[in-house]
C-alpha cells in the first residue's frame, strides 16, 4: 500500500492518496484544497480513484471533493453524523458548500480497494461524525483532525466535544495496534506507540 501526502491549503491540510501498486485502485482521503494538484498526482501515477474518503466535514478537508468527483467520477463517503456539514458553510466553515455524499459511514464499515481494506473507526469529539480509517495488516491509520502527534483536535467548533474526544483516542482507537503509523489530518506522522507514551490525552 502506498501514500502520497499533500499538505493543501491556506492551514496545511494533510491530503492523502492511497494506493494499491498494482490494481492502481486508489482512495484519496481529505481533498482538502489545490485540486489542480491532486488531479495531477493522480494523472502522473495513472491512478483509478475509486473513492473519496472523508475524516468529518470541515473545509480544510473537503473544500476539493467536487472539483475531484467531477473529474474522476468517485464516490464520496463520510461519516453520517457529519454528512449535514458538506453543504452547510456554517457548519463547516467553508465559502462554498460541497454536494451530497454517496455513500455514509458507520462504526465497523469496511472500505475495500486493491488488496487491502480500511475499518471505519467511528471517533467523535473533535466533529459529532470524525472518523478514524485503519487498514490492519498494513499497520496504518489515518487519524484525520482526532488524533495527531502529541495531541488532540480541538473540540471548541460546531459539534465539538471534549469528552467525546477523550473517549475517543482512549478508548475507541484500542483497537489500533501499538506499531500502527498514524497519519493526521494535520502535521508529520506518529505511532500509536509514541501517542500511548507521550500524547497526556491519549496516555
Ligand atoms: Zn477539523
Ligand atoms: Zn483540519
Known amino acids: 500500500m502506498k ?16 494506493y494499491d501498486e498494482n490494481t492502481k485502485e486508489t482512495i484519496v482521503i481529505d481533498p482538502g484544497d489545490e485540486s489542480d494538484l491532486i488531479l495531477k498526482v493522480i494523472a502522473h501515477e495513472n491512478l483509478d480513484i475509486k473513492y473519496i474518503l ?13 472539483d475531484i468527483r467531477a473529474v474522476t467520477k ?7 453524523d457529519d454528512h449535514e456539514m458538506l453543504t452547510d458553510t456554517k457548519k463547516n ?4 458548500s460541497i454536494k451530497p455524499a454517496d455513500v455514509l459511514l458507520r462504526n465497523g464499515d469496511i472500505i475495500n480497494f486493491g488488496a487491502y481494506q480500511l475499518q471505519v473507526i467511528y471517533t467523535p469529539g473533535h466533529t459529532k461524525g470524525s472518523c ?7 499497520k496504518i491509520c489515518f487519524s484525520g483532525d482526532t488524533l495527531f502527534k502529541g495531541t488532540v483536535g480541538r473540540t471548541d467548533l460546531y459539534g465539538g466535544d471534549y469528552s467525546a474526544i477523550l473517549e475517543s483516542v482512549r478508548k475507541r482507537l484500542s483497537i489500533v495496534d501499538d506499531d500502527t503509523v498514524v497519519y493526521p489530518g494535520h502535521g508529520p506522522e506518529t505511532t500509536m506507540a509514541y501517542e500511548r507514551k507521550v500524547n497526556p490525552y491519549v496516555r
Request: hydrophobic share 40%; charged share 15%.
Open 3 to 18: 501514500v502520497k501526502t499533500l499538505s493543501v491549503g491556506t492551514i496545511q491540510a494533510n491530503c492523502y492518496i492511497v
Open 54 to 66: 472523508l475524516t468529518h466535514g470541515h473545509y480544510d478537508h473537503i473544500d476539493a471533493v467536487d
Open 74 to 80: 468517485a464516490s464520496v463517503m463520510i461519516h453520517v
Open 93 to 96: 466553515m467553508g465559502s462554498r
Open 132 to 138: 478514524c480509517y485503519y487498514e490492519l495488516n498494513e
